[in-house]
Nanobody, 125 residues
Framework: HVQLVESGGGSVQPGGSLRLSCAAS??????????MAWFRQAPGKEREGVAR????????YYTALVKGRFTVSQDSTKTTLYLEMNSLTPEDTATYYC?????????????????WGHGTQVTVS
């Protein structure tokens, strides 16, 4: 079982930066592989995938909307997932969620992630 807690959200002006963190507890540091991901949901819109990363290593995946601006990473203990967000625009305003699943990042579909955090709000205005 995995527990996820996001932090680091806030308000920022367009062009600014924020770094989100997701503290993971449970199995993620036990040696089992997990696909770790960031999602976001803006008011009135569906939840969308932003980035995902296999915690055992490998290249991350990004949605086209954030590629080149956002960077997903994790710490060496695999207990914290980060999302560095640069060149933020008002369209990035959303609640950002951390998610985890034991299936590969290629296999697991967006809404099929087994574990979710409660989200952190990012407002760009």
């Amino acid at each position: 079982h995995v527990q996820l807690v996001e932090s680091g959200g806030g308000s920022v002006q367009p062009g600014g930066s924020l770094r989100l963190s997701c503290a993971a507890s449970g199995d993620t540091s036990s040696g089992y592989g997990y696909c770790m991901a960031w999602f976001r949901q803006a008011p009135g819109k569906e939840r969308e995938g932003v980035a995902r990363l296999w915690n055992g290593g490998g290249n991350p995946y990004y949605t086209a909307l954030v590629k080149g601006r956002f960077t997903v990473s994790q710490d060496s203990t695999k207990t914290t997932l980060y999302l560095e967000m640069n060149s933020l625009t008002p369209e990035d305003t959303a609640t950002y969620y951390c998610a985890a699943d034991q299936r590969s990042c290629v296999q697991v579909r967006d809404l099929e992630f087994a574990y979710w955090g409660h989200g952190t709000q990012v407002t760009v205005s």
